[in-house]
């Protein structure tokens, strides 16, 4: 059974660090690799995508990379902002076709950005 | 416009009622899933309708009952709950189930469901 793991749990940084947030998964069997983030009390933001053939994928200040044959995925988040504040959730697809869309979430990393 | 749209946005029932969650897409996706998530838990999966069609149900209690009635709709019935399904209901979609290394899921901002 897949199990995905974020470390930390909480993080607290002052505006304009850079950072990095972890995500490991057992089964190196996955097909892709999402990260999300959540606001209080709303849906899921889609943030990257990373195929499985991928390492890494970029949009603005977030940079993702895969490693999957160590099974580990990390989200670099360049000069934080106080609007960067939410969890951040990685989740893993096992496969294409008629199972996908079955994500396995980790616990996610609450990101509080002070001014 | 990568928009998922969820009505209600909160909705209380009593453990006999009969209510439905609605959820709405417009960008031609082809693959439609429901998840729950639970206080300061990750979501689950419920269920995915791919191509209108039931292609994964998680075990779900019959009392949630799901209908796709075309590509853009998808409702979840709600029957007889209990106050432990209290919970954030999310809809989401994919443009396709993965073919090529995968299709970004959308999150709607999803429905709160409350039990009494």
């Known amino acids: 059974k897949q199990e995905v793991t974020q470390i930390p749990a909480a993080l607290s940084v002052p505006e304009g660090e850079n950072l990095v947030l972890n995500c490991s998964f057992t089964?190196?069997?996955?097909?892709?690799l999402q990260w999300f983030r959540q606001d209080p009390g709303k849906g899921l933001t889609s943030l990257l995508l990373?195929?499985?053939?991928?390492r890494e994928q970029t949009s603005g200040r977030l940079n993702a990379s895969l490693d999957k044959s160590s099974g580990r995925s990390t989200l670099y988040i360049a000069a934080s902002q106080p609007g960067d504040s939410a969890t951040y959730l990685c989740?893993?697809?096992?496969?294409?076709?008629?199972?996908?869309?079955?994500?396995?979430f980790g616990q996610g990393t609450i990101l509080t950005v002070h001014p | 416009d990568t928009e998922v749209t969820q009505t209600p946005k909160h909705l209380v029932m009593g453990m006999t009622n009969k209510k439905s969650l609605k959820c709405e897409q417009h960008?031609?996706?082809?693959?439609m899933y429901w998840y729950k998530q639970k206080a300061k838990k990750p979501p689950e999966l419920m269920f995915v309708?791919?191509?209108?069609?039931?292609?994964i149900n998680e075990s779900v209690p019959s009392r949630f009952s799901p209908e796709c009635p075309n590509s853009s709709l998808l409702n979840l019935h709600l029957h007889a709950l209990q106050p432990e399904d209290s919970a954030l209901y999310l809809c989401?979609?994919?443009?396709?189930?993965?073919?090529?290394?995968?299709?970004?899921?959308?999150f709607g901002e999803g429905s709160w469901l409350t039990v009494v």
């Open positions: 989401a979609s994919s443009q396709g189930t993965g073919t090529g290394g995968g299709n970004t899921i959308y």
């Open positions: 089964d190196s069997a996955i097909y892709n």
């Open positions: 990373i195929q499985s053939s991928q």
């Open positions: 989740a893993v697809s096992k496969g294409g076709g008629t199972s996908y869309g079955k994500l396995t």
């Open positions: 960008m031609g996706h082809r693959a």
């Open positions: 309708y791919s191509y209108e069609k039931l292609s």
